[in-house]
């Protein structure tokens, strides 16, 4: 079955600009696929990412997975860690699984499958490759001022007006 559906826009494009910083990842090279472990019915482990040159009076980060290409009007989150500490600059592959694998004082918040931890790639078969955008948002406090009981939408919003610069990674994956 295909979807047959034109792909979804750059979901950062329409936010405020600011500056880039770079990210990179061990587990994949924006613009590649993504390996099965990193797939929700295969692995289901977050790619390692690394971060650096993030904007000055960066005070802490939060990382996100966002699916913009999934069949639905609002996309779909697959991962969003909150008050990642300033002085951290990554996160080992598998840091998805709990907020015991995350920095002192990060959390995750709950993502489209309502789940508090990452949520692999897991696009409809026969659809094209999705695209997921793995961004790291540096932050201007140490704190985002949201709970863990909010939606990864509730902290994208919230990012919208707390945002000093993003670091994007995009891997794809298809079935």
């Known amino acids: 079955m295909s979807l047959d559906r034109p792909r979804a826009e750059d979901p950062y494009a329409k936010l405020p600009a600011v500056p880039a910083f770079d990210v990179t990842s061990e587990t994949f090279t924006s613009g590649s696929a993504l390996g ?3 797939a929700y019915e295969a692995g289901n482990t977050s790619p390692e990412l690394s971060w650096s040159g993030a904007p000055e009076g960066s005070k802490s980060f ?4 966002f699916d913009p290409d999934a069949p639905t009007p609002s996309g779909f989150w697959h991962w969003a860690v909150v008050d990642i500490p300033a002085e951290t600059t990554s996160l080992n592959a598998g840091a998805g699984a709990s907020d015991d694998t995350l920095p002192s004082g990060a959390f995750h918040v709950r ?7 990452f949520a692999g790639a897991a696009p409809p078969e026969g659809d094209h490759a999705h695209r997921y955008y793995f961004v790291v948002h540096a932050v201007d406090g140490e704190s ?3 709970d863990r009981d ?5 902290v994208s919003f919230n990012l919208a007006f707390k945002t000093l610069g993003r670091a994007v990674i995009i891997g794809t994956y298809q079935l």
């Open 62 to 65: 939060v990382v996100t997975c």
């Open 144 to 146: 985002l001022g949201v």
């Open 150 to 154: 909010v939606s990864a939408a509730v």
């Open 36 to 38: 099965d472990e990193c």
């Open 111 to 117: 993502n489209d499958y309502s789940e508090r931890a």
